[in-house]
């Protein structure tokens, strides 16, 4: 059994940082690739980015990339999502999933919320103008 919670979020001016954490419970979370989602008011959840078990493959949206970047900790239970040069359309809750995976290095596809075998209570952002 793993639990995932979510912290790290606020707001903040268009251009700051934020960094994301997402930590596990549970012993088994290195078994996990770890993907970042996020859903804003009125929209579908959105993919955002992933890290395979051992961290060595991320890949990340279109939408974030060159701003964010994922980062695992599995000594201790943590992967990070730094997300730098905010943009008002970051603003929504985000949430971190956990996918099972075979490969230390392989990353499984974005799959809908049933494919995650464990999901976080999400974390507000919120970046202003």
């Known amino acids: 059994q793993v639990q995932l919670v979510e912290s790290g979020g606020g707001l903040v001016q268009a251009g700051g940082s934020l960094r994301l954490s997402c930590v596990a419970s549970?012993?088994?979370?290195?078994?996990?690739?770890i993907h970042w989602f996020r859903q804003a008011p009125g929209k579908e959840r959105e993919f955002v980015s992933a890290?395979?078990?051992?961290?060595?493959?991320?890949v990340y949206a279109r939408s974030v990339k060159g701003r964010f970047t994922i980062s695992r900790d599995n000594a201790n239970v943590t992967v990070y999502l730094q997300m730098n040069s905010l943009k008002t359309e970051d603003t929504a809750v985000y949430y971190c999933?956990?996918?099972?995976?075979?490969?230390?290095?392989?990353?499984?596809?974005?799959?809908?919320?049933?494919?995650?075998?464990?999901w976080g209570q999400g974390t507000q952002v919120t970046v202003s103008s």
């Open positions: 999933g956990a996918r099972e995976s075979v490969g230390w290095d392989s990353l499984p596809t974005p799959g809908g919320q049933g494919d995650y075998a464990y």
């Open positions: 549970g012993r088994t979370f290195s078994s996990y690739a």
């Open positions: 890290i395979s078990r051992n961290g060595g493959a991320t």
